[in-house]
Structure formats: structure tokens, C-alpha cells
């Protein structure tokens, strides 16, 4: 069944796929705070646990309704899909149950229409670990680029605001940190490219 996502109507349902130590969980619960900003009145954020340690692919969840939820099963076809690393889309399966017309949102250099995936939904692709590291957001050696997939999410699905990504940042993060990491949403929000139907 086809829904257009930016109707808004009923139950959104979004799947993270990251590695451990790359923000992935973290990145849901900032989502689900900026989406009840934006007028969501029901909003879930769930981390799925397996292997953990730095590295292993780790996914994470979010459910957005413009009514209460009552709903709090595990995802089985989301209407939108974030990768923080592009190895995770054969790794981990990372499109499995995306809805047609859903989106796949990849934190990758490629072009939308160079991205090896089949399947009828939407493509937008964003060099979130470039603009990551322009910013010196590297923990550990590891390039953070969660809070940069905010703003790729946000443009390729206009579900939520760059303006309640920024407050839902400077809620979790000091001052000077917050700042960094809002700058990563806003440059990967400008820098996104989409475009329409799978391979």
C-alpha cells in the first residue's frame, strides 16, 4: 500500500540503522522531541539491543502519530529509513519492510540515483561524515553524524523542523557542543539530495 509520508495522516513509523558508538539511539530520542515539538501528540522512541559494543551494527525506532499512541510493537514496515553508515544496507538488511513511496535517507556521498537499492521508494542521500568531520565531531576516533542525519531526515521528509531539531539539541547538549551539532543538521539539511523511486 502506498502512503504519502508527508500527508501526516496515521502512524509514521521510522527505523534507525547505525553502529554502536555512532549515535543511533541518541538520534531517536532527539527525533521524538523534536517531532512532539512540531505538534505530534504521540511519539515513541525504542533502542532494539543485540551485540553491544563499539562498531556492531545497532537500530532504533520511532513512531509518530498526531494522536495518542497505543501502539508499541516492534517496527516491521517503516515509512522511512535513516543509515548512518552505508555498509549496513546489505549488512543489516536496512531496507527490509520499507513501505513503497517511504524514504531511505543514507549518510553517503553518492548521488540518490547511484545508490545500489531495489525497491519502489524514495532515495536522499547526505555526506553527513564529511560535514561531521568539518565541525570536529569525532569521539573517540569515531565521526558522529547522528545529529547531521537530523537534518537530512528533516528535508527529505519535511516531518519536522529544522527549528525543533535546534531546540531538541540544546536540550541534550552544553552550550558550545549543541551549536556544533545543530550547524551539522542545518549544513546537511542544505547539502541533502533526493530523489524519487528505487532501482
Same mark, same amino acid.
Given at each position: 500500500?502506498?502512503?504519502?509520508?508527508?500527508?501526516?495522516?496515521?502512524?509514521?513509523?521510522?527505523?534507525?540503522?547505525?553502529?554502536?558508538?555512532?549515535?543511533?539511539?541518541?538520534?531517536?530520542?532527539?527525533?521524538?522531541?523534536?517531532?512532539?515539538?512540531?505538534?505530534?501528540?504521540?511519539?515513541?522512541?525504542?533502542?532494539?539491543?543485540?551485540?553491544?559494543?563499539?562498531?556492531?551494527?545497532?537500530?532504533?525506532?520511532?513512531?509518530?502519530?498526531?494522536?495518542?499512541?497505543?501502539?508499541?510493537?516492534?517496527?516491521?514496515?517503516?515509512?522511512?529509513?535513516?543509515?548512518?553508515?552505508?555498509?549496513?544496507?546489505?549488512?543489516?538488511?536496512?531496507?527490509?519492510?520499507?513501505?513503497?513511496?517511504?524514504?531511505?535517507?543514507?549518510?553517503?556521498?553518492?548521488?540518490?540515483?547511484?545508490?545500489?537499492?531495489? /525497491? %519502489?521508494?524514495?532515495?536522499? #542521500? *547526505?555526506?553527513?561524515?564529511?560535514? !561531521?568531520?568539518?565541525?570536529? =565531531? +569525532?569521539?573517540? /576516533? %569515531?565521526?558522529?553524524?547522528? #545529529? *547531521?542525519?537530523?537534518?537530512?531526515? !528533516?528535508?527529505?521528509?519535511? =516531518? +519536522?523542523?529544522?527549528? %525543533?531539531?535546534?531546540?531538541?539539541? *540544546?536540550?541534550?547538549?552544553?552550550?558550545?557542543?549543541?551549536?556544533?551539532?545543530?550547524?551539522?543538521?542545518?549544513?546537511?539539511?542544505?547539502?541533502?539530495?533526493?530523489?524519487?523511486?528505487?532501482?
Amino acid at each position: 500500500m502506498s502512503v504519502d509520508i508527508g500527508s501526516l495522516k496515521g502512524i509514521v513509523e521510522i527505523r534507525w540503522h547505525g553502529r554502536g558508538g555512532q549515535g543511533a539511539i541518541s538520534s531517536a530520542q532527539l527525533l521524538a522531541r523534536a517531532a512532539f515539538d512540531d505538534g505530534f501528540q504521540g511519539v515513541t522512541s525504542a533502542p532494539t539491543f543485540g551485540a553491544e559494543r563499539r562498531g556492531a551494527p545497532v537500530s532504533a525506532s520511532n513512531r509518530l502519530s498526531r494522536e495518542p499512541l497505543r501502539t508499541f510493537s516492534q517496527i516491521e514496515h517503516p515509512s522511512a529509513v535513516i543509515v548512518l553508515d552505508d555498509t549496513l544496507l546489505e549488512v543489516a538488511d536496512a531496507t527490509k519492510g520499507l513501505i513503497e513511496d517511504g524514504w531511505l535517507v543514507i549518510n553517503s556521498p553518492l548521488d540518490p540515483a547511484a545508490v545500489e537499492c531495489s /525497491g %519502489s521508494f524514495r532515495i536522499a #542521500t *547526505a555526506d553527513a561524515t564529511r560535514i !561531521a568531520q568539518e565541525l570536529d =565531531l +569525532v569521539v573517540a /576516533g %569515531s565521526v558522529i553524524v547522528n #545529529t *547531521a542525519m537530523l537534518g537530512a531526515f !528533516a528535508r527529505a521528509t519535511e =516531518l +519536522v523542523t529544522l527549528e %525543533s531539531v535546534e531546540r531538541a539539541i *540544546a536540550e541534550k547538549f552544553p552550550a558550545e557542543l549543541a551549536r556544533r551539532n545543530f550547524e551539522a543538521a542545518r549544513r546537511t539539511y542544505e547539502r541533502t539530495k533526493l530523489a524519487t523511486g528505487g532501482s
